[in-house]
């Protein structure tokens, strides 16, 4: 089942009218960037307070939203109310709509210090926090263009993923990392890098 449009507005507006702020990141976090849906989206990927985690499974439950899966880097640890909650996970709804959720604790500089596992030294700073866009006209947060750029390296990209790269390098000209500029110049040449 894909996620279209108007079920990203509808959660990410709930969620907000309810006090819980996400970020959009994955497919439609680059796609809110571009201003346009680019491609289908199997689900919707979010990162969001560690402390807005339980009041955002009980948002998502009273729309029929459940634990699906885990993530292998899920960690699971206590917020500021000591309730033990998960930190990387994926929530999906009896017509298969994939919510998939990553928790952060939030410093007091507005910086995003990732609550799952398998994160040393990876951070969400306020400028990756910054990105603003549009999903069918309708304004969302987002991460930064160049943060999408750094969060797609680390692992081998799907051809869907590689053309998401591609569209952000187009659009805001930034650079890829290093790991993926040989994938980059498969995608935009057509050839096998050597």
């Given at each position: 089942?894909?996620?279209?449009?108007?079920?990203?507005?509808?959660?990410?507006?709930?969620?907000?009218?309810?006090?819980?702020?996400?970020w959009?990141?994955?497919?439609?976090?680059?796609?809110?960037?571009?201003?346009?849906?680019?491609?289908?989206?199997?689900?919707l990927?979010v990162?969001?307070?560690?402390?807005?985690?339980?009041?955002?499974?009980?948002?998502?439950?009273s729309?029929?939203?459940?634990?699906?899966?885990?993530?292998?880097?899920?960690?699971?640890?206590?917020?500021?109310?000591?309730?033990?909650?998960?930190?990387?996970?994926?929530?999906?709804?009896?017509?298969?709509?994939?919510?998939?959720?990553?928790?952060?604790?939030?410093?007091?500089?507005g910086?995003?210090?990732?609550?799952?596992?398998?994160?040393?030294?990876?951070?969400?700073?306020?400028?990756?926090?910054?990105?603003?866009?549009?999903?069918?006209?309708?304004?969302?947060?987002?991460i930064?263009?160049?943060?999408?750029?750094?969060?797609?390296?680390g692992?081998?990209?799907?051809?869907?993923?590689?053309?998401?790269?591609?569209?952000?390098?187009?659009?805001?000209?930034?650079?890829?990392?290093?790991?993926?500029?040989?994938?980059?110049?498969?995608?935009?040449?057509?050839?096998?890098?050597?």
């Amino acid at each position: 089942m894909m996620v279209h449009a108007e079920v990203v507005i509808r959660i990410y507006k709930h969620l907000l009218d309810n006090g819980v702020r996400v970020w959009l990141t994955g497919g439609w976090g680059i796609d809110a960037l571009l201003g346009e849906e680019t491609r289908p989206h199997k689900d919707l990927d979010v990162i969001m307070s560690l402390d807005d985690v339980v009041r955002m499974c009980e948002i998502m439950a009273s729309q029929g939203y459940r634990l699906k899966d885990l993530w292998p880097e899920n960690r699971w640890t206590t917020d500021v109310k000591n309730n033990v909650t998960a930190t990387a996970f994926v929530l999906a709804d009896s017509d298969g709509h994939e919510f998939d959720a990553h928790a952060m604790c939030l410093d007091d500089r507005g910086n995003g210090i990732p609550a799952w596992q398998e994160a040393e030294g990876f951070i969400f700073e306020k400028k990756d926090l910054s990105g603003e866009g549009k999903i069918a006209g309708f304004p969302v947060r987002c991460i930064s263009p160049e943060k999408q750029m750094q969060c797609h390296t680390g692992y081998e990209l799907p051809d869907k993923q590689s053309s998401d790269l591609e569209l952000l390098n187009k659009k805001f000209g930034i650079e890829y990392p290093n790991e993926v500029q040989c994938l980059a110049k498969q995608v935009n040449e057509g050839k096998k890098c050597t």
